[in-house]
């Protein structure tokens, strides 16, 4: 059974950081690359960042340099550390495989709100 659940979103003033955790089963998260995704209100989901089993990293442009994703493998958790917030970061954030596709298992999310 594929489990995703992401913590960590809130309200924060633009410029400030947040720390998002996902915690995804072993089933998921052990032979793949985990992502970050998100999804603001009328647009289409995104893929934000990707860390591979490995550690190598990848970041979509608009975040780069403000934004690091990382993994625990001990404990099947991604996170992804947000510094420098902007108001257009506002979406809901999803933590899910690489690649991913909206027939797979999503969590609830967790809200990002960043205020100018």
């Known amino acids: 059974q594929v489990q995703l659940v992401e913590s960590g979103g809130g309200l924060v003033q633009a410029g400030g950081s947040l720390r998002l955790s996902c915690a995804a089963s072993?089933?998921?998260?052990?032979?793949?690359?985990m992502g970050w995704y998100r999804q603001a209100p009328g647009k289409q989901r995104e893929l934000v960042a990707i860390?591979?089993?490995?550690?190598?990293?990848h970041y979509a442009d608009s975040v780069k340099g403000r934004f690091t994703i990382s993994r625990h493998n001990v404990n099947n958790t991604v996170y992804l550390q947000m510094n420098s917030l902007k108001p257009e970061d506002t979406a809901v954030y999803y933590c899910?495989?690489?690649?991913?596709?909206?027939?797979?298992?999503w969590g609830q999310g967790t809200q990002v709100t960043v205020s100018s």
């Open positions: 860390v591979g089993a490995g550690g190598a990293t």
């Open positions: 899910n495989k690489d690649r991913a596709t909206r027939f797979d298992v």
């Open positions: 072993g089933s998921i998260f052990s032979i793949n690359a």
